[in-house]
């Protein structure tokens, strides 16, 4: 009986390691969201080319809906990867600065997608900068090396 409640603590710990990020990462959009809200054009850019052009659009409710979507994703795809791993402690640790990185490197890129969309009318002249992507992948190592170094078992 002990084992099992062990086991169903786990399990939630596990849970929540790796949903707190996608979480703490879609509030950061709706925040930036709703800050930048009454700025937005009619039409949000949503998807980019690699030279930065926008290439697709949507209104400021959907593209929201599409950036927590993606979060969604994101967090199914690496729970199912915690509970392939459950028993190795240091992948388990891997995979939560993983998450960690990830939900920020992707919460820096949609924050920046909306910063980049009230600069434009809604129209095909919207573009996001390539500098950007290297930012949010420098933000992602950043919260990576803050994790790795908080997450350290103490001695």
């Given at each position: 009986m002990r084992a099992q409640r062990e086991t169903e603590v786990g399990a939630a710990r596990?849970?929540?390691?790796?949903?707190?990020p996608f979480v703490a990462g879609a509030v950061a959009v709706a925040l930036a969201f709703t800050a930048l809200h009454d700025a937005l054009?009619?039409?949000?850019?949503?998807?980019?080319?690699?030279?930065?052009?926008?290439t697709s659009f949507s209104s400021p409710g959907s593209a929201l809906a599409k950036h927590c979507?993606?979060?969604v994703i994101e967090f199914v795809g690496l729970l199912v990867a915690a509970f392939s791993i459950k028993h190795?402690?240091?992948?388990?640790?891997?995979?939560v600065v993983f998450c960690w990185a990830?939900?920020?490197a992707t919460a820096y890129g949609f924050i920046a997608d909306l910063q980049a969309s009230t600069q434009s009318s809604g129209s095909q002249a919207t573009s996001l900068p390539l500098y950007q992507?290297?930012?949010?992948?420098?933000?992602?190592?950043a919260v990576a090396a803050i994790g790795w170094v908080l997450s350290r078992r103490r001695s």
């Open positions: 596990r849970t929540l390691l790796v949903a707190a054009p009619s039409k949000v850019a949503t998807h980019f080319t690699a030279d930065g052009t926008a979507l993606i979060f190795r402690t240091g992948g388990q640790r891997s995979l990830l939900a920020s992507l290297a930012i949010a992948v420098g933000v992602g190592v």
